[in-house]
């Protein structure tokens, strides 16, 4: 009896022990154990949590099991198990157990509500919770891999997920899609879904439902992939390079795969809003909120195919969409949506030459049109123009480097016009050549008859004026004065939006009237080579002022007497003429008293000119590091010309409608007018110089070491936080009145960055200070020299985010009181075995890069 008592007691325990329920925070979840209750499964970097939950906002009735980012200050939840199952916070036995057979399950009782399905035989089973924050399932004798949450997704994608098509013979096999919450505090699926094109177009799609029964209709679609980005996102609304894509897209069968990378993936997520909006955001590390980065722009334009087919979508004033017809087409007269053609295109498939009567009309700038086909054989503009044209059921083509040759045999829909340039990929439509024609004629006709009539009154005027002007020659010279040497002829002046007048507006169903203001056209003046010539002396060796990455810089002055800096640009521009002009006149546009103003510009032949405002001072760095001049920076003028910076970072980074990563920031870029005060220059070159359009398998880093983030000059990924980490850099110089790249201090300290922590870190920080200032500064300049030190510590620390952003940079420097976060320890440390070069230029492979280092050290913490 005693015997059978102990049995069963022994049995009782046995089984007592393997139904382990664990309380509190655990890093695996083995088989037979369970989690209950508030406790959680961590990943082992402490970045991701598991657990039971209720929505926030929710009734707090309902409980979910769910991975949540463990750092952030409001609940985020990227992955949700049992979504249209939750369990009833009132009933007292809820768990999520690892079973014996391998299987994870979420109870309610002895109901299992939402199960993995998995099964593993040689028992040993684990669940984990990667630092990526996919939850894995393992098994078996060899461990593996039975199940991931990565292959499930809700509604987020965080680095390291795929988004898979795969097909088989054109039918889909597999496929990875996004479905968004029903409303913030129900995890149920929503109406809206994002997935990869099921056609295996390489484009992403959101899908919407329940709108007519339970139709899907495409809502929002991101545009072709072009190596590296998507034709329907500008790159730098997204201004990450992460995204990559493996598979053929030619190829009927098979499987493509988008994932995305970034230096650190634990911080960034892309979330498919309950309404239909996808949002990236970035976890600030110091604050735990959630930063936009991205998100898809909400106005009517954005609407899958919101003019119709054959018509363009430009964004109005207001935001509302405009649609014109596109060349060659007009509006349909049935009354439904969108256009149809003017007239029939000539080409006959009988005898193709014929064809001489289709010619193309271009359309620059747009979101290309959806259902392209991509012609994998075709490898240049012309080749795709030529099969396009000798195709009859072709009627529209278009070629970039990154989409390759796209044709389109079919109505074209959802074209969406940027209202940016630079921006969008340009489509060219063919027309019977009587539509280009017939423009230019009766152009032709109507300029004939008006030129007549002007001939003869401008005869009259010339001569009247003539006469006058010679009269008072010598007044009027004095007052033209300056802009002698500007070139204000309409024909060299510049219009921001290229083929205007080949629009038509068309009434249709959406057409909202709208003429655009032809006011609104940007004029910038040309220089000519020889007037920029006179004003240099001929580029001469005496007037050279300095010599930058992207080519010499002069100075001059202008016929009128104007003093102007002139940067020749080294001929190896990336870019071609046209786009050169648009970059030049949307940053001739970005006005900030502390950026360098641009004049003009002058484009002959090879040559590429920027004409500048002239500083009288020179550049930071002829006083900073020069021994004599040094001592007239007082700290006054210091802080004073470090806050201008910030404010012109400020102005670039957020207010100004472009928001430019300036990339190169240093101290010769840093302009001093006569009153000390700093102007950014160079702002805007590495995208003028094309060097980061997505070019052929070429990634280029721009950027001068020493200034250069880890993760860019790593892995080329800049963000406005790179631009932070040259402003903590820039700072500590302008401090230090060290040079950074050939800094060689105390034993052990690599760099500036090193040693300034160093020496913060150890309460010495003060003495940091330029020694030709820090006798003649008062205290209250100590403690601000200080305050500065430790807002660049935060500036330069390893990972982009935990860099603080300029808005609070500008805030913390203006106040005294506000408490900063403590600065991680610097660990990274670029090093250049050849000193001699300065400013670098880094294609893929390319060679000389490995003459610099990476080195890691680790520096002591308080
Ligand atoms: C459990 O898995 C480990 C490897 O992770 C393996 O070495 C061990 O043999 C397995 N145990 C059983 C019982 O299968
Ligand atoms: C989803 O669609 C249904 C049916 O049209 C609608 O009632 C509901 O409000 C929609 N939900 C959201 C979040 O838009
Ligand atoms: C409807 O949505 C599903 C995803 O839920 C998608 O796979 C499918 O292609 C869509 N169908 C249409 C006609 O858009
Ligand atoms: C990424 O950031 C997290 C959170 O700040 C940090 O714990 C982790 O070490 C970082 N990972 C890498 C690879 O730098
Ligand atoms: C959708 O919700 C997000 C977050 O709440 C918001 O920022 C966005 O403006 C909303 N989009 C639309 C189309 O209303
Ligand atoms: C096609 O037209 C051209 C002239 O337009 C003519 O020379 C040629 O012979 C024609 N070819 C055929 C196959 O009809
Ligand atoms: C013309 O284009 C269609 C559709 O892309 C294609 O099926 C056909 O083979 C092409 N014809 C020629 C002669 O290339």
């Known amino acids: 009896m005693a015997r059978a008592t102990c049995t069963s007691l022994a049995l009782l325990i046995f089984f007592l022990s393997l139904d382990v329920r664990v309380d509190a925070a655990t890093a695996i979840l083995a088989q037979g154990q369970s989690l209950a209750g508030d406790a959680t499964l961590t990943s082992s970097n402490g970045a991701f949590s598991l657990s039971f939950f209720t929505p926030h906002g929710g009734d707090g009735s309902r409980l979910y099991l769910g991975v949540q980012y463990a750092k952030a200050v409001e609940q985020t939840v990227p992955w949700v198990a049992n979504r249209d199952a939750p369990v009833s916070a009132a009933a007292s036995s809820h768990s999520a157990t690892l079973t014996e057979s391998g299987d994870l399950q979420v109870l309610e009782g002895e ?111 991101s545009g072709q992939w072009a190596n590296n980005n998507f034709v329907g996102i ?207 004629d009766s152009k032709r006709r109507r300029w004939t008859r008006v030129i007549v009539s002007v001939v003869i009154a401008v005869a009259f005027v010339l001569a009247a004026c003539g006469f006058l002007l010679w009269k008072c020659r010598r007044r009027i010279r004095e007052k033209l004065g300056v802009g002698a040497g500007v070139e204000k002829k309409t024909g060299a002046s510049l219009m921001l939006r290229p083929g205007r007048e080949a629009k038509k507006e068309f009434s249709g169903p959406k057409q909202q009237a709208e003429h655009e203001e032809d006011a609104e056209k940007s004029e910038l003046p040309l220089f000519s080579l020889e007037t920029l010539a006179a004003a240099t002396g001929g580029f001469s060796e005496s007037t050279k002022l300095g010599q930058g990455g992207f080519g010499l810089v002069y100075k001059g002055r202008l016929p009128g007497g104007e003093e102007v800096a002139v940067k020749r640009l080294s001929k190896s521009s990336g870019q071609g003429c046209e786009e050169f002009k648009n970059e030049v006149i949307l940053f001739s546009k970005l006005q900030h008293r502390n950026l360098v103003r641009i004049l003009g510009c002058c484009i002959q032949g090879t040559e590429k000119m920027l004409v500048y405002e002239y500083m009288p001072n020179k550049s930071l760095d002829a006083f900073l590091f020069d021994p004599e001049r040094r001592g007239l920076l007082d700290w006054k003028t210091r802080l004073h010309i470090i806050e201008g910076i910030a404010r012109g970072l400020l102005y670039l980074h957020r207010d100004s409608r472009l928001r430019v990563v300036h990339r190169d920031l240093k101290a010769s870029n840093i302009l001093l007018d006569r009153d000390m005060n700093p102007k950014i220059s160079d702002f805007g070159m590495a995208r003028i110089f094309g060097g980061d359009q997505n070019q052929e398998n070429t990634n280029r880093v721009v950027g001068t070491i020493g200034y250069m983030s880890p993760e860019y000059a790593m892995e080329g990924m800049f963000s406005v936080r790179s631009d932070m980490y040259s402003f903590g850099i820039l700072i500590l110089e302008i401090i230090t009145g060290q040079k950074n790249s050939s800094f060689h201090h105390m034993e052990g300290s690599l760099n500036i960055v090193g040693y300034a922590w160093q020496m913060w870190n150890a309460d010495k920080g003060e003495q940091l200070m330029d020694p030709s200032i820090r006798a003649s500064s008062s205290a209250s300049a100590s403690r601000e020299a200080l305050r500065c030190v430790h807002m660049a510590l935060l500036c330069v620390q390893d990972h982009a985010g935990d860099r603080p952003d300029i808005p609070y940079v500008v805030l913390a420097l203006g106040s005294d009181s506000s408490l900063l976060p403590m600065p991680r320890p610097p660990t990274f440390t670029l090093q250049c075995t050849s000193s001699d070069r300065d400013t670098f230029i880094r294609e893929r492979g390319d060679e000389s890069y490995s003459a610099c280092d990476l080195t890691v050290t680790m520096l002591q913490g308080r």
């Open 111 to 221: 109901s299992v509500v939402w199960r993995t399905n998995t099964y593993s035989s040689a028992g040993n089973a684990t669940l984990t919770l990667q630092d990526n924050g996919n939850l894995v399932l393992t098994g078996g004798a060899q461990a593996v891999q039975l199940w991931q949450s990565f292959d499930y997704p809700t509604d987020t994608f965080v680095p390291g997920m795929r988004i898979t098509l795969d097909r088989l013979n054109g039918a889909v096999a597999r496929q990875t899609l996004f479905t968004s919450w029903r409303n913030p505090d129900d995890p149920a699926p929503g109406n809206f879904t994002l997935g990869q094109d099921p056609l295996g177009s390489a484009q992403l799609y959101i899908w919407r439902s329940g709108q007519d029964g339970s139709r899907n209709t495409t809502y929002w679609r």
């Open 234 to 440: 500008p790159w730098r609304s997204l201004n990450l390079y992460g995204f990559q894509l493996a598979g053929d897209p030619s190829k009927s069968s098979g499987a493509m795969t988008y994932t995305f990378n970034t230096f650190n993936s634990s911080l960034y997520r892309f979330v498919l809003q309950p309404n239909g909006t996808e949002t990236c955001y970035m976890l600030l590390d110091a604050t735990g909120a959630w930063e936009v980065v991205w998100s898809q722009p909400i106005i009517p334009c954005h609407g899958y195919n919101a003019c119709g087919q054959n018509a363009e979508c430009s964004s109005g004033d207001h935001g509302q969409a405009v649609c014109t017809c596109l060349k060659g087409f007009e509006p349909t007269t049935s009354g439904g949506e969108g256009c149809v053609r003017s007239s029939q295109l000539t080409c006959s498939e009988r005898n193709v030459s014929m064809s001489g009567g289709d010619r193309f009309a271009e359309l620059g700038g747009v979101k290309l049109p959806d259902f392209a086909t991509w012609e994998s054989t075709v490898s240049n503009a012309e080749s795709c123009r030529q099969w396009c044209l000798a195709n009859c059921t072709c009627v529209a083509y278009s070629y970039s480097s990154g989409t390759g040759c796209l044709t389109w045999n079919q109505e074209l829909v959802d074209i969406y016009h940027f209202p940016t340039t630079g921006e969008g990929y340009d489509l060219y439509i063919k027309v019977p050549a009587s539509v280009l024609d017939s423009d230019s």
